[in-house]
């Protein structure tokens, strides 16, 4: 298996606590708004990518991979917002396979934007990774008919295809500048779109209080500024080496390691607001296993 497969799983795992912890230990627990996690990540990539900047330097802040790492955080910082969103309003098995189904936007971008070749074996596994991700999105009532959450589906849809467009462009930044530099910048641009318009003098001093209770705002710290950090940094240096449309499909993993940690909370007996009746488990565990074959796939073949 080569190493910038590897780096994709544990980028994908790493994503997977992230999104586990901003349900369960962010908004189930302390009930925090989506525009104050916006806020919080946007102000939290800023200072990290400033502080990286002057530690590291930059190659050049004037030229074209400078504006274009700036772009990648521009359009995440709005992938977010959307994502941030669905996760406050709907259980995070339901949000995150419909969020990494958005390697199926990285290949159709690939292919018709870049120079990359997809064979037929790596296709399927796509494919696999994908309809995975669709069918973690149904939800079996006590009569076994079947339910999906179209609305949340049609905004996740939005903030797919942009994640998707940002990774496309991130393959081009990782290969001319370093990667702690497309980082810094990347959060920068983070910041923009996705903190700064909610910026004003009530929001900052609401969420200067929150952070400054370290009982409620130790998950926010683990997962957004520690967590997601290595996760965000692990996955641009698998983009070095491995084909943008194979990583993001990889990427596409994490419902699969979310409905691991969820199922061992539940082992354990952890209060989670979520559901795992006999019909939602065999949904997961479907879900799962072409997820899995996709992956398997791609590291394989």
Do not use: C, H
């Amino acid at each position: 298996m080569e190493f910038w497969i590897l780096l994709s799983l544990a980028s994908s795992f790493l994503f997977a606590i992230v999104s586990v912890v901003d349900k369960y230990g962010v908004y189930d627990s302390t009930n925090l708004s989506p525009k104050y996690l916006n806020m919080y990540v946007g102000y939290s990539n800023a200072i990290i990518g400033t502080i990286l900047l002057l530690a590291f330097g930059v190659t050049d802040f004037f030229s074209y991979y400078t504006f274009l790492s700036l772009s990648v955080g521009l359009i995440q910082g709005l992938s977010l917002i959307i994502l941030f969103w669905s996760l406050k309003n709907n259980d995070v098995t339901r949000v995150m396979p419909i969020w990494s189904a958005y390697p199926l936007w990285v290949l159709l971008i690939a292919i018709t934007l870049t120079s990359e070749v997809i064979n037929m074996v790596y296709l399927f596994s796509i494919f696999l990774l994908i309809l995975g991700s669709i069918v973690a999105n149904i939800k079996l009532d006590k009569k076994n008919s079947i339910k999906f959450s179209f609305r949340s589906f049609s905004i996740l849809l939005i903030g797919t295809f942009l994640f998707a467009f940002s990774q496309i462009i991130n393959k081009e930044v990782v290969q001319n500048v370093p990667v702690i530099e497309a980082f810094a910048f990347r959060g920068i641009g983070v910041f923009i779109t996705l903190a700064l318009p909610f910026s004003n003098r009530e929001n900052i001093m609401f969420l200067s209080k929150y952070v400054l209770d370290w009982r409620k705002s130790k998950y926010l710290f683990t997962a957004e500024t520690f967590l997601a950090t290595f996760a965000y940094i692990t996955i641009l240096y698998s983009l070095i080496n491995g084909p943008v449309s194979l990583v993001a499909a990889i990427s596409g993993t994490r419902p699969v390691f979310i409905v691991f940690i969820y199922t061992i909370l539940s082992l354990l007996r952890v209060n989670i607001l979520e559901s795992f009746s006999k019909r939602e488990v065999v949904v997961k565990i479907i879900s799962a296993i072409l997820v899995s074959m996709g992956v398997f796939g791609i590291a394989i073949f």
